[in-house]
């Protein structure tokens, strides 16, 4: 199992995981290591770093 980095929401506070699997529809699933919390990563423009082992929120330009 894979260590992660998950970059949470607006507040952009990383959350240290452990990839767990995925979920019936082929979404990542994470368990944080604070809370022991099992959640689904959705494609909403992530990515994953893998030299820094960080998934990353999509980049929202402003125009």
């Known amino acids: 199992m894979a260590e992660v980095e998950v970059i949470m929401?607006?507040?952009n506070t990383k959350v240290?995981?452990?990839v767990v699997g995925v979920d019936?529809?082929?979404f990542?699933?994470?368990r944080r290591h604070d809370t022991a919390e099992v959640t689904t990563l959705c494609p909403d423009g992530?990515?994953?770093d893998?030299?820094?082992n960080q998934i990353l929120p999509?980049?929202?330009r402003k125009t």
């Open 9 to 11: 929401d607006e507040s």
């Open 16 to 18: 240290e995981c452990t």
């Open 24 to 26: 019936d529809y082929g």
């Open 28 to 30: 990542l699933r994470v």
């Open 46 to 48: 992530n990515s994953f």
């Open 50 to 52: 893998m030299m820094q």
């Open 58 to 60: 999509k980049l929202k």
